[in-house]
């Protein structure tokens, strides 16, 4: 089974925090539309792709396939937007956040969770 073929559940949503200044954000997915939520007192809430399912994803001892459907579960890019529209920062997850998916993942899968 690889990144292409895993189940994606339902979206869900996620809240974060950004810096001052910054008025929309933009996530662009592989394959997807790009999804737009509006900031407002430095916070966005939308609703985002499901991260890979940790019952129904790769076993653990496929490590390059759990990396591979965790990445193509996350934004391609995330844009920040100013109040004008241009965009003051693009960037990708970083990948401390990339291992700690994978870290959970881990967890997860090791304690059958959703089984």
């Given at each position: 089974?690889?990144?292409?073929?895993?189940?994606?559940?339902?979206?869900?949503?996620?809240?974060?925090?950004?810096?001052?200044?910054?008025?929309?954000?933009?996530?662009?997915y592989?394959?997807?539309?790009?999804?737009?939520?509006?900031?407002?007192?430095?916070v966005?809430?939308?609703?985002?792709?499901?991260?890979?399912?940790?019952?129904?994803?790769?076993?653990?001892?496929?490590?390059?396939?759990?990396?591979?459907?965790?990445?193509?579960?996350l934004?391609?890019?995330?844009?920040?937007?100013?109040p004008?529209?241009?965009?003051?920062?693009?960037?990708?997850?970083?990948?401390?956040?990339?291992?700690?998916?994978?870290?959970?993942?881990?967890?997860?899968?090791r304690?059958?969770?959703?089984?």
């Open positions: 089974m690889d990144a292409r073929s895993l189940p994606i559940s339902s979206p869900s949503k996620r809240a974060s925090i950004v810096p001052d200044g910054i008025a929309t954000l933009v996530l662009h592989q394959g997807r539309s790009a999804i737009t939520a509006p900031v407002h007192d430095n966005y809430w939308v609703s985002v792709p499901d991260y890979v399912p940790f019952a129904q994803g790769p076993p653990l001892s496929q490590a390059a396939a759990i990396r591979r459907a965790i990445l193509h579960s934004p391609t890019s995330i844009q920040w937007l100013a004008d529209g241009h965009a003051l920062r693009t960037f990708t997850p970083p990948p401390a956040y990339v291992h700690y998916l994978i870290a959970v993942y881990d967890s997860c899968q304690a059958n969770c959703g089984a």
